[in-house]
């Protein structure tokens, strides 16, 4: 088993800059054949994907909703993906989620593991 635990979340202005963690354990020795990803939910909105980084290699892949503005990283030794998130926008409001999936780019439904998520929320 897989135990992901997010982190980090909490009210901030727009423009403003928050770090994210998601910290695994269990399993963890798995972890070399897989990606860690970050999503979001927003009120009434559907789940959507934001950023992805592969395990081993660190490749990443972001959505252009995010992209120059958000950055994820992960530190092997301690188990531990981060998303930096900076110049906020109200959009970006949501609960942000850590996840597992096979490669940087799955389908939602293929993530295997989840966090319990960390509120988001940027006042204009």
């Known amino acids: 088993q897989v135990q992901l635990v997010e982190s980090g979340g909490g009210l901030v202005q727009a423009g403003g800059s928050l770090r994210l963690s998601c910290i695994a354990s269990?399993?963890?020795?798995?972890?070399?054949?897989?990606?860690m990803a970050w999503l979001r939910q927003g009120p009434g909105k559907e789940r959507e994907f934001v950023a992805a980084?592969?395990?081993?290699?660190?490749?990443?892949s972001y959505a252009d909703s995010v992209k120059d503005r958000f950055t994820i990283t992960r530190d092997n030794a301690k188990n531990t993906v981060y998303l930096q998130m900076d110049n906020l926008k109200p959009e970006d409001t949501a609960v942000y989620y850590c996840?597992?999936?096979?490669?940087?780019?799955?389908?939602?439904?293929?993530?295997?593991?989840w966090g319990q998520g960390t509120q988001v929320t940027v006042s204009s």
């Open positions: 996840a597992r999936g096979r490669t940087i780019v799955v389908p939602i439904r293929d993530y295997d593991y």
């Open positions: 269990g399993r963890t020795n798995t972890f070399s054949n897989y990606a």
């Open positions: 980084i592969s395990w081993t290699n660190g490749i990443t």
